[in-house]
């Protein structure tokens, strides 16, 4: 069956809490990861289901070939459902990170990625105009730069991060990712090459483990305005104007009736930018993102 694949970046505009529901470590609430790399990522049954509430102002037709139906179930209280007779014909992929914002001591903050990311990112993105070339594995522990970068000390070209100080040196090819990160929102280009960086890959393992935000929260009793005794956690969240990027795929309709070529399905399901609330934590600001595809990037896949 012939499919059609659109990437898209996803670019967190407030902390976002896509958590695992489990714990066990430290933190009760962390956020979810890849097991074998430990990078954070966002489930794309997740992202989809937030799509599908998003998408709701499109004729029923159009929403069901896209998602699936829902049909009531005999009994059920509420708005139990459940699936119906055929498949939606979008494929929602992970959202797996690409840039993690660290404090730097000059320019406020940096865009941080490796290698490693940047390898992933480029098997999602691979086929699209402009895709930068491959970031060469980084010898020890270092920094590789922009020409116009603002996080960097002019006098001693050192980069400084959280805790962190490291030697730069200046590579093409971290200008050119931040060019084509910046496809899909053209009018901020300029604050993301002057603070997108590359680490080597160590050094980002470690900030995946300390650059992320947590918090500590109670509950309060409001009989007695004191915490609830054992109602205290902490719980993780990807900071905000982290980036993560993953992949659309979709087929014709397979709803009899509604026809649609997979380019329709994708351009019904994301055209531009939306913004959307992801993950948990709504009410306290959690999860407010904004999802673009790359303008004109599809391509067709088969299977």
């Known amino acids: 069956m012939s499919m059609e694949i659109r ?34 990522f966002v489930p794309g049954s997740s992202l989809k289901g937030v799509l599908r509430e998003a998408r709701k102002s499109l004729p029923s037709a159009e929403w069901e070939a896209l998602f699936g ?67 060469k594995r980084l010898p020890g522990t270092g920094a590789r730069v922009g020409a116009d970068s603002i996080t960097v000390s002019p006098r001693h070209r050192r980069l400084l991060l959280e805790d962190l100080d490291l030697d730069t040196q200046v590579e093409p090819t971290v200008d050119a990712w931040a060019r084509f990160l910046a496809r899909t929102w053209p009018e901020e280009e300029d604050g993301l090459r002057e603070r997108f960086v590359v680490v080597d890959d160590e050094t980002m393992s470690f900030l995946l483990e300390t650059a992320t935000q947590v918090e500590t929260r109670v509950r309060i009793d409001p009989g007695t305005g004191t915490v609830v005794q054992g109602a205290l956690w902490q719980e993780e969240s990807l900071p905000a104007e982290t980036l993560m990027v993953g992949v659309l795929a979709a087929g014709r309709s397979l709803r009899k009736g509604t026809e649609l070529s997979a380019t329709e399905v994708l351009e019904r399901a994301l055209k531009g930018t939306a913004l959307l609330q992801l993950g948990g934590k709504a009410t306290v600001g959690r999860g407010r993102c904004r999802l673009a595809a790359w303008p004109g990037a599809s391509r067709e896949a088969r299977s």
């Open 7 to 40: 990437p898209y970046l996803l670019h967190a505009l407030s902390p976002l809490h896509a958590g695992t529901g489990q714990s066990v470590g430290l933190i009760d609430l962390p956020i979810a990861r890849l097991r074998a790399t430990n990078i954070p």
């Open 69 to 135: 139906p829902l049909r009531e179930v005999p009994g059920a209280e509420g708005d139990e459902t459940r699936e119906g007779d055929h498949a939606g014909a979008l494929i929602v992929g992970d959202a797996r990170l690409v840039a993690l914002p660290v404090r730097s001591f000059l320019g406020t903050f940096a865009w941080v990625s490796s290698p490693l990311l940047l390898e992933l990112a480029r098997r999602d993105l691979a086929g699209l105009d402009g895709l930068p070339g491959r970031m």
